[in-house]
Antibody, heavy 114, light 107 residues
Protein backbone atom coordinates (compact mmCIF):
# COMPACT_ATOMS: atom_id res chain seq x y z
CA UNK A 1 0.00 0.00 0.00
CA UNK A 2 1.23 3.42 -0.90
CA UNK A 3 2.39 5.89 1.73
CA UNK A 4 2.55 9.62 1.10
CA UNK A 5 4.36 12.47 2.83
CA UNK A 6 3.97 16.19 2.22
CA UNK A 7 6.83 18.65 2.63
CA UNK A 8 7.26 22.39 2.20
CA UNK A 9 7.07 25.74 4.00
CA UNK A 10 4.42 26.20 6.65
CA UNK A 11 4.25 29.97 6.19
CA UNK A 12 3.80 31.85 2.94
CA UNK A 13 3.41 35.61 2.45
CA UNK A 14 0.36 37.02 0.69
CA UNK A 15 0.73 37.32 -3.11
CA UNK A 16 3.56 34.77 -3.14
CA UNK A 17 3.51 31.16 -4.37
CA UNK A 18 2.77 28.20 -2.14
CA UNK A 19 4.95 25.21 -3.05
CA UNK A 20 4.57 21.69 -1.66
CA UNK A 21 6.03 18.32 -2.59
CA UNK A 22 4.60 14.87 -1.99
CA UNK A 23 6.91 11.87 -1.75
CA UNK A 24 5.33 8.50 -2.45
CA UNK A 25 6.72 5.27 -1.04
CA UNK A 26 5.57 1.68 -1.41
CA UNK A 27 4.23 2.24 -4.91
CA UNK A 28 5.71 3.56 -8.12
CA UNK A 29 3.90 6.56 -9.55
CA UNK A 30 4.76 5.14 -12.98
CA UNK A 31 2.55 2.12 -12.27
CA UNK A 32 -0.63 4.10 -12.64
CA UNK A 33 -3.33 6.12 -10.91
CA UNK A 34 -3.70 9.84 -10.71
CA UNK A 35 -2.07 11.59 -7.74
CA UNK A 36 -3.57 14.69 -6.28
CA UNK A 37 -3.80 17.50 -3.80
CA UNK A 38 -6.68 18.26 -1.44
CA UNK A 39 -6.99 20.99 1.13
CA UNK A 40 -9.08 21.44 4.23
CA UNK A 41 -10.00 24.73 5.81
CA UNK A 42 -12.68 25.49 8.40
CA UNK A 43 -14.57 27.68 6.00
CA UNK A 44 -14.67 25.42 2.95
CA UNK A 45 -14.32 21.85 4.20
CA UNK A 46 -12.47 19.39 1.98
CA UNK A 47 -11.63 20.73 -1.46
CA UNK A 48 -9.96 18.85 -4.32
CA UNK A 49 -7.27 21.05 -5.87
CA UNK A 50 -6.01 18.97 -8.77
CA UNK A 51 -4.34 15.75 -9.89
CA UNK A 52 -1.60 14.49 -12.17
CA UNK A 53 -0.80 11.26 -14.02
CA UNK A 54 2.75 9.97 -14.42
CA UNK A 55 2.62 11.07 -18.06
CA UNK A 56 2.17 14.65 -16.86
CA UNK A 57 -1.51 14.88 -17.74
CA UNK A 58 -3.25 17.15 -15.25
CA UNK A 59 -6.76 17.95 -14.09
CA UNK A 60 -7.52 20.99 -11.97
CA UNK A 61 -10.43 22.28 -9.93
CA UNK A 62 -11.96 24.99 -12.16
CA UNK A 63 -12.20 27.36 -9.21
CA UNK A 64 -8.42 27.25 -8.71
CA UNK A 65 -7.22 26.45 -12.22
CA UNK A 66 -5.83 29.90 -12.98
CA UNK A 67 -3.45 29.71 -10.00
CA UNK A 68 -2.53 25.99 -9.78
CA UNK A 69 0.28 24.02 -11.33
CA UNK A 70 0.91 20.38 -10.46
CA UNK A 71 4.03 18.62 -11.72
CA UNK A 72 5.53 15.14 -11.39
CA UNK A 73 9.07 13.78 -11.04
CA UNK A 74 8.87 10.04 -11.63
CA UNK A 75 12.61 9.60 -11.00
CA UNK A 76 12.06 10.71 -7.40
CA UNK A 77 8.53 9.26 -7.13
CA UNK A 78 7.28 12.72 -6.22
CA UNK A 79 4.69 15.19 -7.35
CA UNK A 80 4.41 18.86 -6.49
CA UNK A 81 1.89 21.65 -6.07
CA UNK A 82 2.37 25.32 -6.85
CA UNK A 83 -0.42 27.74 -5.94
CA UNK A 84 0.28 31.31 -6.96
CA UNK A 85 -0.94 34.69 -5.68
CA UNK A 86 -2.03 33.29 -2.34
CA UNK A 87 -4.25 35.12 0.13
CA UNK A 88 -5.40 34.39 3.66
CA UNK A 89 -8.23 32.34 2.15
CA UNK A 90 -5.62 29.79 1.03
CA UNK A 91 -4.66 29.04 4.63
CA UNK A 92 -5.46 25.36 5.09
CA UNK A 93 -4.14 21.90 5.77
CA UNK A 94 -2.89 20.55 2.45
CA UNK A 95 -2.98 16.82 1.80
CA UNK A 96 -1.54 14.78 -1.02
CA UNK A 97 -3.34 11.57 -1.94
CA UNK A 98 -3.69 8.83 -4.46
CA UNK A 99 -6.84 9.56 -6.43
CA UNK A 100 -9.82 7.20 -6.65
CA UNK A 101 -10.17 6.62 -2.91
CA UNK A 102 -6.51 5.94 -2.25
CA UNK A 103 -4.35 6.71 0.77
CA UNK A 104 -3.56 10.23 1.95
CA UNK A 105 -0.50 11.84 3.46
CA UNK A 106 -0.68 13.15 7.02
CA UNK A 107 -1.21 16.71 5.81
CA UNK A 108 0.70 19.93 6.31
CA UNK A 109 -0.66 23.23 7.60
CA UNK A 110 0.13 26.18 5.40
CA UNK A 111 -0.58 29.63 6.79
CA UNK A 112 -0.69 32.68 4.55
CA UNK A 113 0.41 35.70 6.53
CA UNK A 114 2.86 38.56 6.33
CA UNK B 1 -20.98 20.06 -10.98
CA UNK B 2 -22.08 17.19 -8.76
CA UNK B 3 -22.90 18.20 -5.20
CA UNK B 4 -22.74 15.82 -2.25
CA UNK B 5 -25.02 16.40 0.74
CA UNK B 6 -24.62 14.53 4.00
CA UNK B 7 -27.09 14.20 6.84
CA UNK B 8 -27.13 14.71 9.68
CA UNK B 9 -24.37 17.24 10.27
CA UNK B 10 -24.04 16.09 13.86
CA UNK B 11 -25.08 12.81 15.41
CA UNK B 12 -25.08 11.99 19.12
CA UNK B 13 -24.97 8.32 20.01
CA UNK B 14 -23.83 5.89 22.67
CA UNK B 15 -21.38 2.99 22.63
CA UNK B 16 -23.19 -0.05 21.27
CA UNK B 17 -25.69 1.95 19.18
CA UNK B 18 -26.34 1.27 15.52
CA UNK B 19 -25.97 4.47 13.51
CA UNK B 20 -26.56 5.44 9.91
CA UNK B 21 -25.23 8.42 7.97
CA UNK B 22 -26.76 9.38 4.64
CA UNK B 23 -25.11 10.95 1.62
CA UNK B 24 -27.02 12.19 -1.41
CA UNK B 25 -25.60 13.11 -4.80
CA UNK B 26 -27.15 15.83 -6.93
CA UNK B 27 -27.12 13.41 -9.90
CA UNK B 28 -26.49 9.73 -10.40
CA UNK B 29 -22.92 8.65 -9.67
CA UNK B 30 -23.34 4.89 -9.92
CA UNK B 31 -21.30 3.42 -7.09
CA UNK B 32 -18.40 5.87 -7.31
CA UNK B 33 -18.59 6.75 -3.65
CA UNK B 34 -16.19 6.49 -0.76
CA UNK B 35 -16.58 7.01 2.96
CA UNK B 36 -13.79 8.45 5.13
CA UNK B 37 -13.25 8.70 8.87
CA UNK B 38 -11.30 11.66 10.22
CA UNK B 39 -10.09 12.15 13.77
CA UNK B 40 -8.85 15.53 15.07
CA UNK B 41 -5.45 16.47 13.73
CA UNK B 42 -5.32 13.47 11.41
CA UNK B 43 -5.86 12.88 7.72
CA UNK B 44 -9.06 11.20 6.57
CA UNK B 45 -8.82 7.42 6.25
CA UNK B 46 -10.76 5.44 3.65
CA UNK B 47 -13.33 3.11 5.20
CA UNK B 48 -15.43 2.15 2.20
CA UNK B 49 -14.90 2.52 -1.54
CA UNK B 50 -17.12 1.77 -4.51
CA UNK B 51 -20.08 2.40 -2.18
CA UNK B 52 -19.90 -0.92 -0.35
CA UNK B 53 -16.37 -2.37 -0.50
CA UNK B 54 -14.61 -2.42 2.86
CA UNK B 55 -11.04 -1.14 2.83
CA UNK B 56 -8.46 -3.65 4.08
CA UNK B 57 -8.16 -3.55 7.85
CA UNK B 58 -11.44 -1.74 8.48
CA UNK B 59 -13.63 -3.47 11.09
CA UNK B 60 -16.65 -5.32 9.77
CA UNK B 61 -19.02 -3.24 11.93
CA UNK B 62 -18.69 -0.62 9.17
CA UNK B 63 -20.77 -1.15 6.05
CA UNK B 64 -21.82 0.93 3.07
CA UNK B 65 -24.72 0.65 0.69
CA UNK B 66 -26.48 2.48 -2.09
CA UNK B 67 -26.13 3.44 -5.70
CA UNK B 68 -27.21 6.23 -7.98
CA UNK B 69 -27.95 9.20 -5.76
CA UNK B 70 -28.48 7.84 -2.26
CA UNK B 71 -25.90 6.16 -0.06
CA UNK B 72 -25.57 5.14 3.55
CA UNK B 73 -22.77 4.36 5.96
CA UNK B 74 -23.80 2.14 8.85
CA UNK B 75 -21.86 1.34 12.00
CA UNK B 76 -23.54 -1.71 13.51
CA UNK B 77 -22.34 -1.33 17.10
CA UNK B 78 -20.50 1.87 18.00
CA UNK B 79 -17.15 1.52 19.69
CA UNK B 80 -15.32 4.30 21.59
CA UNK B 81 -12.80 4.60 18.74
CA UNK B 82 -15.58 5.39 16.25
CA UNK B 83 -16.37 8.86 17.55
CA UNK B 84 -15.00 11.03 14.75
CA UNK B 85 -16.09 12.97 11.68
CA UNK B 86 -17.22 11.06 8.60
CA UNK B 87 -17.16 12.29 5.02
CA UNK B 88 -18.59 10.89 1.85
CA UNK B 89 -16.83 11.53 -1.45
CA UNK B 90 -17.89 11.07 -5.04
CA UNK B 91 -14.71 10.17 -6.87
CA UNK B 92 -13.63 9.42 -10.39
CA UNK B 93 -10.28 8.63 -11.93
CA UNK B 94 -8.63 11.88 -10.94
CA UNK B 95 -10.89 14.04 -8.73
CA UNK B 96 -13.40 14.01 -5.94
CA UNK B 97 -16.21 16.01 -4.41
CA UNK B 98 -16.81 15.76 -0.70
CA UNK B 99 -19.83 16.02 1.51
CA UNK B 100 -19.73 18.55 4.30
CA UNK B 101 -19.13 15.91 6.98
CA UNK B 102 -21.00 14.30 9.86
CA UNK B 103 -19.60 14.68 13.36
CA UNK B 104 -20.37 11.63 15.47
CA UNK B 105 -20.41 12.61 19.13
CA UNK B 106 -20.77 10.72 22.36
CA UNK B 107 -24.24 11.12 23.86
Amino acid sequence: QEQLQESGPGLVKPSETLSLTCTVSGYSIRSGFYWGWIRQSPGKGLEWIGSIYHSGSTEYNPSLKSRVTISVDTSKNQFSLNLSSVTAADTAVYYCARAAAGNWGQGTLVTVSS
Amino acid sequence: DIQMTQSPSTLSASVGDRVTITCRASQSIGTWLAWYQQKPGKAPDVLIYQASRLQNGVPSRFSGSGSGTEFTLTISSLQPDDFATYYCQHYDTYSGTFGQGTKLEIK
